[in-house]
């Protein structure tokens, strides 16, 4: 049984970098058929896809045209997690935060718990 | 980007009956490999979301037979045969053949 677990602050500055961490249990990061996504929700925006990682005989990401200039997503294969930093924020970006797995074919099959996380001085 | 449009965005069903949600996408799901990526999520109060559907009509392990999913190109379809009080929640669905995006999702309440 795959679960996603997710830990990280639920409050950020603005202007700030809001990083969380997902730890995978029942699978692995590093498997060459999974993929390691980043969603969000928020009441104006609804859900949002952020960005991802995957393993195919080389480490790859792709992250939605309008975060990829301020987001990371990276594995850690030490401890098999991986995380999500986004940078500059601004209270725009106050969302739930969700991690989730992707199986070939079927997109987001598990989800973590959600992190709420907003943006406030 | 591709947009995808739900309607309607609120469906009062009584129990026992049908219920149908609409899915639109601005430019055809259908991917290079042949698949088509459009799937149907269901997110109860308090939940993260759960898939239902993927590929168009596959019922993803332990999701209940009163669901089904139908459609091809930009057109899309969520079926519910009878509506069960269980099924209260928001419905979206979500395209992943460019990048991934969801729709603004469906609101199903019992009258």
């Known amino acids: 049984q795959v679960e996603l677990q997710q830990s990280g602050p639920g409050l950020v500055k603005p202007s700030q970098t809001l990083s969380l961490t997902c730890t995978i249990s029942g699978d692995s990061v590093s498997s060459n058929s999974a993929a390691w996504n980043w969603i969000r929700q928020s009441p104006s925006r609804g859900l949002e896809w952020l960005g991802r990682?995957?393993?195919?005989?080389?480490?790859?990401?792709e992250y939605a045209p309008s975060m990829e200039s301020r987001i990371t997503v990276n594995p850690d294969t030490s401890k098999n997690q991986f995380s999500l930093q986004l940078n500059s924020v601004t209270p725009e970006d106050t969302a739930v935060y969700y991690c989730?797995?992707?199986?070939?074919?079927?997109?987001?099959?598990?989800w973590g718990q959600g992190t709420l996380v907003t943006v406030s001085s | 980007d591709i947009v995808m449009t739900q309607t309607p965005l609120s469906l009062p069903v009584t129990l026992g009956q049908p219920a149908s949600i609409s899915c639109r996408s601005s430019q055809s799901l259908v991917h290079s490999d042949g698949n088509t990526y459009l799937s149907w999520f269901q997110q109860r109060p308090g939940q993260p979301p759960r898939v239902l559907i993927y590929?168009?009509?596959n019922r993803f392990p332990g999701v209940p037979d009163r669901f089904s999913g139908s459609g091809a190109g930009t057109d899309f379809t969520l079926r519910i045969s009878r509506v069960e009080a269980e099924d209260v929640g928001v419905y979206y669905c979500i395209q992943a053949t460019q990048f991934r995006t969801f729709g603004q999702g469906t609101r199903v309440e019992i009258k």
């Open positions: 590929k168009i009509s």
């Open positions: 990682t995957y393993y195919r005989s080389k480490w790859d990401n």
């Open positions: 989730a797995r992707e199986s070939p074919g079927i997109h987001f099959d598990y």
